[in-house]
């Protein structure tokens, strides 16, 4: 049990809908990336959030977009969506702050299906 | 080129068999690097992190080649649990210190 959690574990939307997932991150925690797995390729990096402020961003459109909580916690927000954002959607925690040295510490992950 | 590259696999292999995986990386100025295990349908969990001087941990030996630019990860006598993804994992530098991973090795153990 790596503390992270996310929520939904599994929804499916369609097309053009909006989506909203939740990552609590473990606790002493301050960073939160989030990450989108495709079936069969490794997690694509889409945003990472440190003390309430997006400190990177991968190459995703602005219809993805972020928060994080006072308390470390985040959300991800995808708008308009496309059938290619059907994935596996990964939060993760570390203490790295804006230099993520060490380990990644990972949720179970939110399986988005978009039909 | 792909920041982190690895063969896909699957690798498929015999309990006891010794088994090895490479990843190669294109920013020189990368600052540390890992190994991540992913199981079916499970989030990565880290394996191991991968120091200049190579490390070891039990049947699991990582090396890193900074003059290549690659990490290896080399698992000796098999078992069928084992089987998993392996991902690498670089931590590139510059500007971004932002954990980028490949697409991951898919290994097989058979009985």
């Known amino acids: 049990e790596t503390g992270v959690t996310q929520s939904p574990t599994h929804l499916i939307k369609t097309r053009g809908q909006q989506v909203t997932l939740r990552c609590s991150s473990q606790s002493g925690h301050n960073t939160v990336s989030w990450y989108q797995q495709a079936l069969g390729q490794g997690p694509q990096f889409i945003f990472q959030y440190y003390r309430e402020e997006e400190n990177g961003r991968g190459n995703f459109p602005p219809r993805f977009s972020g928060l994080q909580f006072p308390n470390y916690s985040s959300e991800l927000n995808v708008n308009a969506l496309e059938l290619d954002d059907s994935a596996l959607y990964l939060c993760a925690s570390s203490s790295g702050g804006d230099r993520v040295y060490g380990e990644l510490f990972f949720g179970e992950g939110s399986r988005l299906t978009v039909l | 080129r792909k920041e982190v590259e690895q063969d896909p696999g699957p690798f498929n292999v015999p309990e006891g068999a010794t088994v090895a995986f490479n990843c190669t990386y294109s920013?020189?100025?990368?600052?540390?690097f890992f190994w991540y295990r992913q199981d079916c349908r499970k989030e990565p969990k880290l394996l191991m992190s991968v120091y200049s001087s190579g490390n070891e941990d039990g049947r699991f030996t990582a090396q890193l080649n900074r003059a290549s630019q690659y990490i290896s990860l080399l698992i000796r006598d098999s078992k069928l649990s084992d089987s998993a993804t392996y991902l690498c994992v670089v931590n590139p530098s510059g500007g971004s210190y932002i954990p980028t991973f490949g697409r991951g090795t898919s290994l097989i153990v058979h009985p």
């Open positions: 920013n020189s100025a990368s600052q540390s």
